[in-house]
């Protein structure tokens, strides 16, 4: 899987340190992500190999599909409040005025990563939840390897610059 490829283990539950922002709201929400992309390699018992869930039992794809529910319901709000948590950080240091473009493109990724989640439940197939599992898995350490690098990443040393509390120095 992706994960594998990028080095992350999300069953370790740690970041590795070269994701490590330094502003301990933003690694926290981060390694919470990280447990959740752990969960999802737990449900199905061969995300990487299956093809689809053709060959498992009726009542096991019930309970991986309810199990990958659960989850898509939990990340959701994670997101969403860790995105509207930065975004604030953002606003209220007046990044939009400083640096205008890396705002507006962190905010447009962080738009993209939420529609992408939601294009993912609109496709819920109780046939081919282990599709969604490799899908979401590698969206989510995509997001995790570069969005945190790209964005989060600049976001922090920008605010470090300007003494903000929570950020690295
Ligand atoms: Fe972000
Ligand atoms: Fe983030």
Redesign the pocket.
Known sequence: MLTKRLGIDPLAGELPASLETGHVR?DRDHRQLLALLGELRRICRDPGGLPDCATCSADQQLACEGRLIVLLGDLFSCILE??AG??LLMRDAQMQLAEGEHYAA?IE??AAIAQKVQELVARLDIVHTVERIRELDGLLARWVAN??EM??DL?VRWLAKRGIPGAAV
């Open positions: 933003i860790h995105f930065e975004e962190h990724d962080h969005h945190i964005h989060d976001l």
